[in-house]
């Protein structure tokens, strides 16, 4: 089974001379030079808006619509797998740890960018325009986040592709099939074969992500081209220095660098043009295991990161607040930098793996540092533009806790063999 499987993995398409990642490289690029070229033709924008995002919706759509099944299989299969309740508290306990941490070094390396570019008087002031509000309806909290964690009804959860929820289910699940033992063995086997099956069709799926690349990459730059031009240019730049430092610093010290970003270079590209963790999780999964994740650790940390750990996302929030408290003259104590931290963790914890969802938590931050949450319309319009790297740093910790994580079960592995 394994064996035919391979076949369709992203590092080694057989098929395909050009193996996965490098057509998604090559989209990515030809989408620039599409988009700029669209930027500059009168109707290009337009065009790229009408007809060449509903491809990318459309792949998209399909991802979308086989992730529920995906992170339900995969993760009860990952937990019947792992056989023993102990290993799935182990693995547990070391992925929050590395969520954890890393999320709160993130917020610090986001804070610090952004105290830097104001100190240095390189953040714009802006005013909200006349009638700017934001949607107060839209943001949620974090106990809300936390209550809406438990499924009243398991089918609305499938429906509604409630992450957090579906993961509860998995859990639930999965231990009940271990704790049956012998009598839950037709449950093991269907969950085994509908998780083959699941496999096969988003293989399918992702090979088709070429097409979804490039189609999502002309369209936001034919459209947001001119935004980057924009007085937000030096806001953007702050995030994105702050989400390439945490890559390079944070990642690589948990796995040999160059190794990994060309492993995990396809789902980083795919976050990126996609926006969403949770879309990308197909591809992630496949990157993961081809970088040497053990197959059921990263069936475990990958579905739960895509929902729960986003540190792109923290250092957004961090930028985020530094400029608008800038803008609204505010001048932050070291305190209340804190609080930034703490509740930009929370809030990248409670963030959905979707696009455009740490705008709406961004809500949550300001709150709590009395930032009117108007000013969020400030950045609103360009956010797709932070979302893009954001989303792509997340996927990358995803990926990066998975492997140090089967690092850590076979350091451990060993140990007790060693101690026998
Ligand atoms: N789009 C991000 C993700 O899916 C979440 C966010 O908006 O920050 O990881």
């Known amino acids: 089974m394994e064996k035919q499987r391979k076949g369709f993995r992203v590092n080694r398409m057989k098929k395909n001379k050009l193996g996965l990642p490098a057509q998604i490289v090559i989209s990515l690029i030809l989408g620039i030079v599409v988009g700029l070229a669209c930027y500059f033709i009168e109707g290009g924008p337009a065009f790229t808006t009408n007809y060449l995002k509903p491809f990318g919706t459309i792949f998209v759509n399909l991802l979308k619509f086989i992730v529920v099944p995906v992170v339900l299989f995969s993760m009860i299969d990952g937990i019947i797998s792992m056989d023993d309740m102990k290993k799935v508290g182990s693995v547990g306990w070391k992925t929050v740890a590395y969520f954890m941490i890393t999320t709160a070094i993130a917020c610090v390396i986001g804070l610090v960018f952004a105290n830097i570019f104001r100190a240095a008087n390189l953040f714009p002031t802006l005013q909200l325009q006349e009638g700017a509000v934001w949607d107060k309806a839209t943001s949620a909290n974090f106990m809300d986040t ?4 438990f499924p009243s009804n398991m089918w609305e959860a499938f429906r509604t592709s409630n992450m957090l929820q579906v993961i509860v289910i998995a859990l639930f699940f999965g231990g009940a099939i271990l704790s049956a033992g012998k009598k839950g063995a037709l449950c093991r086997d269907i969950v085994v074969s509908f ?15 070429p097409i979804g690349v490039f189609t999502m990459m002309a369209w936001v730059v034919a459209t947001q081209g001119a935004e980057i031009l924009g007085s937000l240019a030096l806001v953007i ?3 994105y220095l702050g989400y390439i430092v945490h890559a390079v610093v944070v990642y690589s010290a948990s796995v040999s660098p160059l190794a990994f970003f060309k492993g995990a270079a396809a789902a980083m590209i795919f976050a990126f043009t996609s926006t969403s963790s949770t879309a990308s999780l197909p591809v992630s999964k496949e990157c993961a295991e081809d970088l040497g994740a053990d197959k059921d650790i990263a069936a475990f940390v990958l579905p739960l990161g895509a929902t729960v750990n986003m540190d792109g996302t923290a250092i957004y929030q961090c930028v985020a607040t530094i400029f608008l408290a800038a803008c609204v003259g505010m001048e ?4 209340q930098m804190i609080t930034v931290v703490v ?3 929370l809030a990248s914890i409670g963030t959905a793996g979707v696009s455009g969802a740490g ?3 961004l809500a949550m931050v300001l709150t709590a540092m009395g930032i009117p949450v108007d000013m969020i319309m400030l950045i609103y319009g360009i956010d797709r533009l932070f979302d893009m790297g ?5 996927v990358t910790g995803d990926i990066s806790c998975s ?3 089967t690092n850590w079960e076979n350091n451990r592995a060993a140990k007790a063999v060693a101690q026998k």
């Open 237 to 239: 730049l702050c995030a």
């Open 332 to 335: 932050l104590t070291l305190g």
């Open 390 to 394: 954001r989303t792509c740093l997340n």
């Open 343 to 345: 509740t930009a963790t």
């Open 146 to 149: 936390l209550v809406n964690i």
């Open 403 to 405: 492997l140090c994580v």
């Open 359 to 361: 705008m709406i938590m």
């Open 195 to 209: 998780n083959e099956v699941i496999n096969r069709l988003m293989a399918f799926i992702i090979s088709l992500s």
